[in-house]
């Protein structure tokens, strides 16, 4: 099956890279400048706290809802009397203005991608600074240049709002076909009922430990005695957890530095924004078991 259009596209182009080393260095200078404030500002980014959902795809929703309506106004209001040439010029602006916070998290989720993923990730982010740029660049006519260029000003807005569909559209591929801030452990299953871990021995205090568990790969740790359980890929890309770092509680991912705490499973650091599932264990005769605390699916 030849691969789809749109990968063969992107593959040829290599000038993507280029693009991509200048804006992830970009945004992680301005994260560092932040000083303190940069984690948790990207955490809310991400939507790695309270949300438990990449929050890239709900704030995109207003500015592309925005420039819709103000574009359907413009020609209503330009073939009928129902509404003013204000209604689409103020629909416009929202959109412009909702668009900064989508544009702030969709860098902020371009920072973990590579190669391909990459590459798509910098098409999309183009198109959709075009389609800004072209609404800018409408309202700007709008409001400055008088009434007299107004049709002009609404062709260029349908053109950005074309702009931004094509956008939609890579961005849509992204996640739909690449994978990119899915969760990882939704195609999971796991145990329902207690499954053996194996012997409370291989759990020795403050280290990480994977064992399968009825079919599901989970990441075992000893700590102050207690013995957690939680799943061990990275719900943000699939990273080994158990290859990752314990300080406390707390594993970092040794791929992003994602960071969950074995005692919920909960994330504390993005870009996951998944929490990891978490097994309730009991030991008894020396013996350790495990099994979901919910269904996976
Ligand atoms: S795979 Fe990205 S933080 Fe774990």
């Not at 990459?118 to 982010?125: K, P, S, T």
């Not at 709002?161 to 801030?181: D, E, R, S």
């Amino acid at each position: 099956m030849p691969a789809p259009f749109i990968d063969r596209v992107i593959r040829r182009q290599g000038w993507l890279e280029g693009v991509g080393d200048f804006v992830q260095a970009a945004v992680r200078r301005s994260y560092r400048a932040l000083g303190p404030l940069g984690p948790g500002l990207r955490d809310l980014l991400h939507g790695s706290r309270g949300l438990g959902h990449p929050l890239h795809p709900a704030l995109t929703d207003l500015p592309l809802g925005a420039w819709t309506a103000g574009v359907v106004m413009d020609y209503v209001a330009h073939f009928t009397t129902a509404i003013g040439p204000q209604a689409g010029d103020i629909a416009l602006a929202i959109g412009l203005v909702t668009s900064l916070p989508a544009i702030a998290s969709g860098l902020t989720d371009s920072q973990d991608t590579y190669g391909h993923e990459r590459r798509a990730n910098m098409l999309h982010g183009l198109t959709m600074t075009l389609a800004v740029l072209l609404m800018a660049a409408s309202l700007g006519l709008r409001w400055w240049a008088g009434f007299g260029l107004h049709p002009l000003a609404v062709g260029i807005s349908t053109a950005g709002l074309i702009v931004a569909m094509a956008g939609m559209y890579v961005g849509g591929h992204l996640t739909f076909a690449m994978g990119t801030m899915v969760n990882r452990s939704a195609f999971l299953s796991g145990p329902a009922d207690f499954v053996s871990l194996g012997a409370s021995g291989d759990f020795p205090e403050g280290t990480l430990r994977r064992v399968d568990a009825g079919g599901l790969p989970v990441l075992v740790v000893r700590r102050g005695g207690q013995l957690y359980a939680m799943g061990a890929v990275c719900s943000h890309a699939g990273g080994p957890l158990e290859a990752g770092e314990l300080n406390g509680t707390v594993v970092t991912c040794p791929w992003h530095g994602s960071r969950f705490d074995v005692r919920s499973g909960s994330v504390r650091r993005g870009p996951a924004t998944f929490g990891q599932p978490r097994l309730i264990v009991k030991e008894a005769g020396g013996m350790a078991e495990a099994k979901l605390e919910h269904p996976l699916q």
